[in-house]
């Protein structure tokens, strides 16, 4: 659905900020602070012709996702209420999945979804980041410059997690182009027919030949979730392992490159990984707005009255950056909003950040002394209300010497389906590659706070 007054970034409907265009993605901030005018929350397009209320304040927005009696997420009155072409349906409307449900149905699958991702081995995780990671930084080592998004923090988490879900390549590729045109608002129609088809696939194939992995035990848990509930499940599993978790990497990446406190001066101080990423999730959290609800009636809320059937959004860049309740240090602080909050609390958020800092220490270990290729504020952000996501994050560093990959991992990315499929099947599948070999230079600061110096 287009309008002239989408294209424009005017709101549809009077005195609704749009959270959609190039404008709000340039500065989601300056948009946040403008919007606290209007209190704790405050009225917003998510599209053109669909408002919304977005939760700004950090207390509201506790008190919300703690309250799923009153902010049900059942999105099924509110579709009746929009054009059923509007780009934010497919990944908004209703589902029978542990994130859209309450109640019973949702304890019955959560319990599925939770149990199943508990069994997967932490370890196991870290060694297929590592083996990954390598393998990536091999095709980009020798060339002195790369685009770290597109290069590395967009295919580094679909490898793990295809890994994780057993998931052949000629599957994942699909459940990938689906996953970014949701996104991307990119024919989203579409991208939802690709997507059932593709983990329906999943689904049946291991129903057929089960295997020690994540797909196998949702289907085999006690719950007994048919195949479609398998399925619908599989969608917001998917979405997290996917284009928030390219965000955080390249976010935290970007903030290590380009913050004082990690790559200017460190002679007074250095923060860690776990801290930078910390600091992501405060102040650019890559999921910046969603935990969307639907009130059944009309609620009073903080003063503001909150139409029935109509989105409440979770402003979690918003919230976190609540002038009430802001902190000057963040280290080692966690109580975040970025993960949610209550019934609905991200399931996956130890393995995400586990995904994350492997990815980023991996990076600064092979090449200690890459800095930006462009000044920091000339890098672009994608639009779209729910992301907080880069275009590029192009870099340059002095070209490393590394031995070629070995042959399945060159196969991975010059699309040969059968070196594919033998290459990321499971774990134990591709032969490490050694690390990349880092020549003796001086080493400019990123690289003396990496190592300690």
Known sequence: MTSDAGARGCPAHPGRTPLYGPEFAANPARVYDALRRHGPVAPVELAPGIPASLVISYDAALAVLRDPERFPKDARRWERTVPPDSPVVPFMKYRPACNKTDGAEHARLRAAVSDSLSRIDLNTLRASVERHSE???????????????????????????????????????????????????????????????????????????????????????????????????????????????????????????????????????????????DEVLWTDPPIANWAISYPVDDVEFRGVRLPADQPVVIGFAAANTDPSTASANRAGNRAHLAWGAGPHTCPVQGQARLIASVAMEKLLDALPDMELAVPAGQLEWRPGFAQRALKALPVRFPPAQAPPPPPSAAAVWEGDPAQRSNATSGPAAAPAPRPVAVPERRRGALARWWHGK
């Open 135 to 277: 393998t990536l930084i091999r095709r980009f080592a020798g060339r002195g410059a790369a685009d770290l998004r597109a290069e590395y923090a967009l295919v580094l988490p679909l490898l793990v997690f295809n890994e994780v879900l057993g998931c052949p390549p000629e599957i994942g590729d699909r459940i990938v182009v689906a996953m970014q045109g949701f996104v991307e608002n990119v024919d989203t129609a579409k991208s939802n027919r690709i997507l059932l088809e593709a983990i329906g696939e999943l689904v049946a194939l291991k129903r057929e030949r089960p295997a020690d992995d994540l797909t196998t035990w949702i289907l085999d848990h006690p719950a007994r979730l048919t195949d479609e509930e398998v399925t619908e499940q599989f969608i917001p599993l998917i979405g997290l392992a996917t284009e928030p978790e390219q965000n955080l990497i390249a976010n935290g990446l970007r903030l290590l490159l380009s913050d004082g406190r990690f790559a200017g001066d460190l002679s007074g101080g250095s923060l860690p990984v776990a801290d930078a990423l």
